[in-house]
């Protein structure tokens, strides 16, 4: 890898439960490119005094993650039409001083929905409704999906989510199922309190012909170890991770690499995910 020097260009992430997945995707890339650059990621202690720094001392991207999707809207310059048709931001890029946000988030979604073939006269359950559940939902209303609930505790955001997209809306869970499921909690997310969580209970999830879950860390989630037992189709979040990602490395750096290099890139990030979930006896990746 590259020495640290002056003229070395900083990307940097901002999350409250940091992980190695955009660290290590970019900087693989950067090293395989020869681009004299290094991502780093950080869990700010203030938001606000974290974009200014972006701003202050020219950190050239800033990729957005759980939960800063949308408070960071208030502190940036521009909305680029990804982020502002869904009020979610996942990518900042500074130019020059000037932050323009865009969202990567639905365009990894969007590609995914195509690239497994899912039938928009499926019946949806997404249990969420944060920045990526905004995202998640919107690229299923544009993808041809109507019979959609959102399932969110939260009532006002809940409804909120569902208005955008004319989908319904409902509190708990309960008895419902669903051709497809759809996690946009951080439920099952290694290192946090409900790492162990299934998002959806047992007899849902055999009900189902596919599973979704957009948890990145471990690869294999409770709810994706789950869904594979009962022989259900699986969409996983490393597969997000690594679309938005690379969407995000082309807003940087304005280079789109080859599909070789992505997937050696991928690959890599998948490594790291791997050796952090064994460093942490993560079962779900076991």
């Not at 720094?53 to 993650?65: H, Q």
């Not at 990518?91 to 039938?119: E, F, K, M, P, S």
Request: glycine share 8%.
């Amino acid at each position: 890898m590259t020495m640290l020097n002056k003229d070395m260009t900083l990307c940097i992430s901002l999350s409250a439960r940091p992980s190695n997945n955009g660290t290590r995707f970019h900087n693989h890339l950067y090293e395989a490119l020869g681009l004299n650059w290094i991502y780093k990621a950080f869990a700010p202690a203030d938001l606000g005094q974290a974009i200014a720094g972006v701003r202050g001392l020219g950190i050239r991207g800033c990729a957005i993650s759980m939960p800063y999707k949308e408070d960071v809207i208030a502190l940036v310059d521009r909305m680029d039409a990804t982020a502002l048709a869904i009020d979610s931001v996942n990518t900042i890029v500074n130019d020059d001083g000037v932050l323009t946000a865009y969202n990567t988030d639905y365009a990894a979604i969007a590609q995914l929905i195509a690239q497994h073939r899912i039938d928009p006269s499926s019946s949806v359950l997404l249990r969420g409704s944060g920045g990526m559940a905004k995202a998640t939902a919107a690229a299923f209303r544009d993808a041809g999906f109507r019979d959609v609930t959102i399932v969110a505790r939260n009532e006002e955001r809940g409804r909120a989510l569902a208005a955008l997209s004319d989908f319904a809306w409902q509190a708990e869970l309960g008895d419902a199922g669903a051709d497809v499921l759809v996690n946009v909690t951080p439920l099952g997310m290694a290192g946090g309190p409900d790492a162990d969580a299934l998002s959806f209970p047992e007899k849902a999830i055999a009900a189902a012909t596919l599973v979704f879950d957009v948890v990145a860390l471990p690869a294999e989630t409770p709810l994706i170890r789950a869904a594979r037992a009962t022989g259900r189709s699986v969409i996983t979040g490393a597969e997000v991770a690594t679309l938005q990602a690379l969407e995000q490395f082309v807003l940087y750096t304005g280079v789109r690499p080859t599909d070789a290099q992505v997937r050696a890139a991928e690959a890599y990030m998948r490594e790291g995910a791997y050796t952090l979930c064994v460093t942490r006896r993560c079962r779900s990746a076991l």
